[in-house]
């Protein structure tokens, strides 16, 4: 379905699209240049991760972030690939690296949500 463009869109758009790291929604509020109440955000995100715009993070605390993968498009890794959580800033990136993992004969992985956490190589 074909979706209307707004000012929120764009401006939530074009904001995770500048940063290379995943935001949360009260980042995103925090950074934007124009008010948008908090719902508003929270439904362009969501209507994004049904798109398939962005991708929609859940770390270990239960606190959702949100970001756009540069390569997870070209490499049809949007639902397969692992994140990493900084504990000293708090940020999340896409891990551009596999990380490989196993699980027991006879099961089939049809989805992975990862967030690994330590300290970033701008933090250590």
Do not use: W
């Amino acid at each position: 379905m074909k979706r209307r463009n707004t000012p929120a869109k764009e401006a939530v758009l074009n904001l995770l699209s500048s940063s290379r790291k995943a935001l949360s929604q009260d980042a995103i509020e925090k950074q934007l240049n124009i008010v948008i109440n908090r719902a508003t955000i929270y439904r362009v995100l969501n209507r994004f991760c049904e798109d398939e715009l962005v991708h929609k993070i859940v770390a270990e605390d239960g606190k959702q972030y949100f970001a756009i993968c540069r390569n997870c498009k070209e490499t049809n890794e949007v639902l397969h690939h692992f994140h990493f959580r900084c504990l000293s800033c708090d940020s999340i990136e896409c891990l551009q690296v596999p990380v490989n993992y196993s699980v027991p004969k006879g099961y089939k992985v049809q989805n992975t949500s990862c967030v690994l956490t330590g300290v970033c190589k701008d933090c250590s």
